[in-house]
Structure formats: C-alpha cells, structure tokens
C-alpha cells in the first residue's frame, strides 16, 4: 500500500498555546494518535492522564500515557478531540515517527485511499 503521512496540530485543551505541529504515519494498526514521550511536556499539563500498556508490531508490550483532552487537526480537515499516548520511542536519523491510528481517523470522518495514498473525506460517520 505504501507510506501515508500527513501534518498533524495538536493542542492541549485547556491552554490552547501548548501545541506541536508533526508529521504522522498513518497506521491502522494502530489505535490513537501516539507521540513520543519526549514531546509530552511541549503541550504542557494535562488535566487527566493515565498509564496503558500496548502491544507493539513486534509483539514486545511498552507502557506508555494517556492524556487528554487534546485537538488534534489533521491538515486540510477539521479538528477533533480525544487523548494522545504517549511511549518510549526512539529518533530515526533524529526525527521521530508518531502514529495517526485508526480511531482519530474514523472520528474525523477519514478514510485511506490505497490507490491515491492519501486521505479521503467520508461524506457520513458510519453507525454500523
């Protein structure tokens, strides 16, 4: 299928000037959107956060952090909100690789074009 990235703003709720602009792999193996857990202080406190475990490709089990609320903008589509995890992950060529996962795509009404590799807009949320 190949590599989809896309440009991502993400923003802490509650104090709107905490904020990260990144690129995303979109992932639908993955769930959420997850950030590396370097950049957790960049959109500063969080009201609510939790620690979850999750499984990797590779089968190995990180621990990593869920904390919210956040805005999350895929460019070129409107905002949403939910949480972001954030893991241990370390730079490639010093550059990390978050994760757009398959729930924040489904609540922005997000599909993957295979062929065109790319995002498409869905006309309807889908309830079935």
């Given at each position: 299928m190949?590599?989809?990235?896309?440009?991502?703003?993400i923003s802490n709720v509650l104090e709107p000037?905490?904020?990260?602009?990144?690129?995303?792999?979109?992932?639908?193996?993955?769930g959420?959107?997850?950030?590396?857990?370097?950049w957790k202080e960049r959109l500063g406190p969080f009201p609510a956060s939790r620690r979850v475990e999750m499984?990797?490709?590779?089968q190995r089990v990180v621990t990593?952090?869920?904390c919210g609320p956040v805005r999350i903008q895929i460019e070129g589509f409107e905002p949403v909100f939910?949480?972001?995890i954030f893991i241990p992950?370390?730079?490639?060529?010093?550059?990390?690789?978050?994760?757009l996962g398959y729930i924040i795509l489904e609540q922005s009404r997000l599909a993957v074009d295979p062929v065109g590799h790319r995002l498409v807009r869905?006309?309807?949320m889908d309830l079935k």
């Open positions: 190949g590599r989809i990235v896309v440009q991502v703003m000037s905490f904020q990260i602009r990144c690129d995303a792999l979109v992932d639908t193996g993955t959420g959107l997850v950030l590396p857990e370097a499984e990797t490709a590779a990593g952090e869920a939910n949480e972001v992950m370390e730079p490639t060529d010093g550059r990390y690789e978050p994760l869905l006309k309807y």
